[in-house]
């Protein structure tokens, strides 16, 4: 009974002194800790023909707007809509996001919007965060699938790094 309870008494020392010290270590490393924000810019998201009838409007285009989420920790941007097109741009949308933390994940999403009824989703993708700050990319361009996993087209998205 005595010695488990000065071991325990040892280790809720041991606990305070890391936590004592933990804020000097912090400070010291402030610089280092300040990840850069994401800067990100959906330059062309190119839908393919709709073979189903699941997206298109009647005149065989969409009503295209693009939402932009990270991953886990959310947080999302939505583009404006381009009226009746089957490819479009948002390269004057550029949106910032808070830096995002190891294993985290762009989903771009492309939305039809339609007057009646509820919006259509079309495709997305899902951008490692850690594949494009490992690469030093910047511009990528990569497959958009459907709910069925089907290929849905491409998007090419701008990525940079802020602080
Ligand atoms: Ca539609
Ligand atoms: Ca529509």
């Known amino acids: 009974m005595t010695t488990g309870k000065y071991r325990h008494t040892f280790v809720g020392i041991a606990a305070l002194l890391c936590c004592a010290a933990a804020p000097t270590t912090l400070h010291a490393n402030s610089r280092v800790e300040a990840a850069p924000n994401l800067r990100v810019t ?10 189903n009838g699941m997206y298109e409007d009647l005149t065989g285009t969409i009503d295209a707007y693009a939402v932009l989420s990270t991953l ?6 939505t583009t404006t809509t381009r009226r009746n097109v089957s490819t479009a741009s948002w390269e004057d949308e550029p949106f910032t996001f808070r830096p995002q933390a190891a294993g985290s994940y762009l989903r771009v999403a492309v939305w039809d919007h339609d007057h009646v009824g509820e919006d259509d989703f079309v495709a997305d993708t899902h951008i490692s965060l850690d594949y494009v700050k490992e690469k030093g990319l910047t511009d990528i361009t990569v497959p958009l699938s459907g709910k069925d996993k089907e290929s849905r087209g491409t998007v090419s998205v701008k990525i940079t790094n802020q602080l």
């Open 42 to 51: 959906v330059m062309a998201a190119k839908v393919d023909p709709d073979r």
């Open 72 to 77: 886990p920790a959310t947080e999302t941007h």
